[in-house]
């Protein structure tokens, strides 16, 4: 059993760079994965990027790639999503989640088990 709980979401104006964090507890943290998403309303869940806890092997949506970054502290009970060149339409709730099936690369919000309550990201124009 894993709890995850995001940090780091506010009001930020276009074109800046702002963190987001998830806090990870539980036993064997080390064998998940963990995924950021968003969800805009009206819109699907979307996933953003991925990072291997045991070893910081990442994964990004074509959508981010290059523009947002993931990482993990050394204990990976910290993972983090710095967003750069923010725009009004990255505006959403922000969610982080883990997947114990850590070897594969999953987008499928589905896959992911646990899940933590999101933080608002609002980009103004």
């Known amino acids: 059993q894993l709890r995850l709980v995001e940090s780091g979401g506010g009001l930020v104006q276009g074109g800046h760079s702002l963190n987001v964090s998830c806090g990870v507890s539980?036993?064997?943290?080390?064998?998940?994965?963990v995924g950021w998403f968003r969800q805009a309303p009206g819109k699907e869940r979307e996933f953003l990027a991925r990072?291997?806890?045991?070893?910081?092997?990442?994964y990004y949506a074509d959508s981010v790639r290059g523009r947002f970054t993931i990482s993990r502290d050394s204990g990976g009970n910290t993972v983090v999503l710095q967003m750069n060149s923010l725009k009004p339409e990255d505006t959403a709730v922000y969610y982080c989640?883990?997947?114990?099936?850590?070897?594969?690369?999953?987008?499928?919000?589905?896959?992911?088990?646990?899940w933590g309550q999101g933080t608002q990201v609002t980009v103004s124009s």
């Open positions: 989640a883990a997947d114990a099936q850590f070897f594969r690369f999953s987008s499928r919000s589905r896959d992911y088990e646990y």
């Open positions: 539980g036993r064997g943290i080390s064998a998940y994965a």
């Open positions: 990072i291997r806890l045991r070893d910081a092997n990442t």
